[in-house]
């Protein structure tokens, strides 16, 4: 079964871009949003504590879970301890987005030429750099 694209280990923001890239990553619903101000009080690869207005929000985040496509969904903490919040703030990217921004690959230098003026069943031939240093690795979580 063949994919437009699957979450990488890595991923990078594009260099160039559509400019709904932000918002499409909001659409998404892998983003963890705050829904207060407030400021961090602990933050981990599990969950994010969130202190504001007289309470502790504990904030849940989700850790290396299959999906539907047996890819690998998680959240990364994009905030430090001891820093103010605002309302709307991203807390946690997901795991296709890179600082809010919708992140769906690497920016690779690619030469691509047709065989023969040919341009179905070709083949794009890659640097072993990019196997050996883990370039396109991304998680799949089987039953």
Not at 22 to 35: P, R
Not at 48 to 60: F, N
Not at 87 to 112: H, M, P, R, S, W
Request: proline content about 3%; hydrophobic content about 35%.
């Amino acid at each position: 079964m063949q994919r437009q694209a699957v979450p990488l280990s890595r991923s990078e923001k594009c260099i160039v871009g559509t400019g709904v890239e932000g918002q499409a990553a909001l659409d998404s619903g892998a983003l963890v949003i705050a829904e207060r101000e407030g400021r961090v009080v602990y933050t981990d690869t599990d969950k994010i504590l969130l202190s504001g207005d007289g309470e502790t929000l504990s904030i849940p985040l989700v850790m290396y879970k299959r999906s539907n496509k047996n890819t690998c969904m998680h959240q990364k903490p994009q905030v430090q301890r001891g820093k103010c919040i605002k309302k709307g703030q991203i807390l946690a990217d997901g795991a296709a987005t890179v600082e809010g921004e919708l992140a769906l690959g690497k920016n690779v230098l690619v030469a691509y030429m047709p065989w023969e003026g040919y341009n179905s069943e070709d083949a794009v031939l890659i640097s072993e750099r990019l196997v050996y240093e883990d370039i396109y690795t991304s998680f799949h979580i089987r039953k």
